[in-house]
């Protein structure tokens, strides 16, 4: 079982979901050989300020061809790291080829600090206690700082950071050339970095981890807040639609008349009021029931709706009656406008069962006056209603 395997079944934040959490070491993976590759790429393009300068203190030690061999040696290995590492950075989920490349990474590596680590076994080096001493110093360092860079994969460090120090336990051991105590601090310099390599990872890993976990949250919060933008929303219309008509209920009605009222109070623009009601409803319920009369009032709302602007409303009083609102119109456009959507009415045939009916509808009109009430407006209009009906029905009055 893989490290982010186990964390992922060991966090207490996530222990209850584990099934769910298995879709993450993929992208998990993948972050850490970016991170990998970012900081390979990162130490292989400043590694030689390290040993530029111990080359650049040895050049009066170590015979010039030998040290242009060494400097040049450790510079074609890091140059090969900054292209593995570049091909790490832009890994993918379906990367081909991954694991012959991490492991050339790895050998690269080996490669690097043994070619490191050789600075104690260049001619002359070994026999100045201080200047070994000095460039062991460096050797140290650079095992300290590979911590930072190579965490995220510890066979990689463990390849680097062992390559370093082994020339020194091989001159200590084989050559006799490099004193113990030189050769049992480099390994017990290598053990403490591994414990501390493996720690740094597994915090590193924790952060992805954790980044990884808070994205998706992230995300689902966001999807979850869009779909209660939308259920409300939703809410809104349905408690504003009559759901029969499709026109503005009521209430709904009424918010659009005061906001029309407020606005032509700021403007002095006039707007106005059309009551409708259809004529002989009742018996249409009683002669055809009531699959018929709802019939007849979608289509009376469909023709009324069709009649109308994008700035106008369309609105179910109660029943069988009707109100529009017409906005920035004059009172002998508002009837005009009403005597259209009468006659359109009237011409409009609604098939029931049993065959077709015509239906026609009295009309009101009455236009807001600055200083008015929307009381007094619309029982303006409603008495308007009345004189249609008692004029016969089946027209306009204003």
Request: charged share 20%; net charge positive.
């Amino acid at each position: 079982m893989s490290y982010v395997q186990r964390l992922l079944r060991t966090d207490p934040l996530t222990t209850e979901k584990t099934a769910d959490l298995d879709h993450y070491l993929p992208a998990i993976a993948r972050d850490l050989d970016r991170v990998l590759g970012r900081r390979m790429l990162m130490a292989a393009s400043t590694s030689f300020l390290g040993y530029g300068l111990q080359a650049w203190l040895l050049r009066d030690v170590v015979p010039g061809p030998i040290l242009l061999a060494w400097v040049l040696t450790l510079a074609a290995i890091e140059s090969l790291n900054g292209t593995m590492a570049w091909r790490l950075q832009r890994r993918t989920i379906r990367t081909p080829g991954l694991a012959p490349l991490k492991l050339a990474v790895r050998c690269n590596l080996l490669l690097l600090g043994s070619a490191w680590g050789t600075v104690l076994l260049l001619p002359h080096v070994a026999a100045d206690p201080v200047t070994m001493l000095l460039h062991g110093m460096g050797l140290a360092l650079a095992m300290v700082l590979g911590i930072y860079n190579l965490s995220t994969d510890r066979w990689s460090y463990a390849a680097l950071s062992g390559g370093l120090v082994l020339p020194g336990v091989l001159g200590w051991l084989c050559l006799d050339s490099i004193p113990r105590e030189i050769g049992v601090c480099g390994l017990t310099l290598f053990l403490l970095c591994q414990f501390y390599a493996a720690t740094t990872g597994r915090l590193v890993r924790s952060i992805l981890l954790s980044n990884r976990i808070s994205k998706d949250v992230a995300r689902q919060l966001a999807d979850s807040n869009h779909r209660l933008e939308q259920l409300s929303h939703q809410l809104k219309l349905a408690a504003s639609i009559d759901p029969l008509t499709a026109c503005l209920n009521r209430r709904a009605m009424m918010r659009e008349l005061e906001r029309e009222a407020a606005r032509v109070r700021r403007n002095a623009t006039p707007f106005c009021v059309v009551f409708l009601d259809l004529d002989h409803f009742k018996a249409v319920n009683d002669q055809h029931g009531h699959a018929a009369g709802d019939a007849v009032l979608k289509v009376a709302a469909e023709v009324f709706k069709g009649q109308l602007r994008a700035t106008d409303m369309a609105g179910r009083w109660g029943g069988e009656e009707f109100v529009l609102m017409l906005a920035a119109t004059s009172l002998s456009a508002a009837v005009a406008k009403a005597e259209g959507i009468r006659v359109a009415l009237a011409d409009t045939p609604i098939p029931v069962e049993g065959g077709l009916l015509r239906i026609t509808t009295s009309v009101g009109v009455a236009a807001f006056r600055p200083g008015q009430t929307l009381e007094a407006l619309i029982a303006q209009a409603d008495a308007r209603l009345y004189d249609a009906k008692a004029a016969g029905r089946n027209c306009v009055r204003s």
